[in-house]
């Protein structure tokens, strides 16, 4: 098992930025974010693999989130910038311990543990 605790998500305004961080308990190979709006399927956003020197985004998020990890602390890292308001929603940190396929590392079911979720709220 792996314990997941989130912070980070809150207010901002359009334009703005906000950092999300997700601490595992353990080390694990995959860890990704993703997020999901009332009334709207949830969407991958952004993965990162041990192994693996690619980081995937969705297309919707380029240019404007980066995510990072810090392997020492077992904890990944996603930096919101130019948040737009179609960008709210409850932001979850997931992860597996398997080395995941690439094409399927934005998609919810590639992840076995998930966290809580936090809110990001983005007003325009």
């Known amino acids: 098992q792996v314990q997941l605790a989130e912070s980070g998500g809150g207010s901002a305004q359009a334009g703005g930025s906000l950092r999300l961080s997700c601490a595992a308990s353990?080390?694990?190979?995959?860890m990704a974010w993703f997020r999901q709006a009332p009334g709207k399927q949830r969407e991958g956003v952004a993965s990162?693999?041990?192994?693996?020197?690619?980081?995937i985004y969705a297309d919707s998020v380029k240019g404007r989130f980066t995510s990072s990890r810090d392997n020492a602390r077992n904890t990944l890292y996603l930096d919101m910038s130019r948040l737009e308001p179609e960008d709210a929603a409850m932001y979850y940190c997931?992860?597996?311990?398997?080395?995941?396929?690439?094409?399927?590392?934005?998609?919810?079911?590639?992840?076995?543990?998930w966290g809580q979720g936090t809110q990001v709220t983005v007003s325009s």
């Open positions: 353990r080390h694990i190979t995959c």
């Open positions: 990162m693999c041990t192994g693996s020197d690619t980081t």
């Open positions: 997931a992860v597996d311990s398997f080395l995941i396929d690439r094409v399927s590392r934005l998609r919810a079911g590639a992840y076995s543990h």
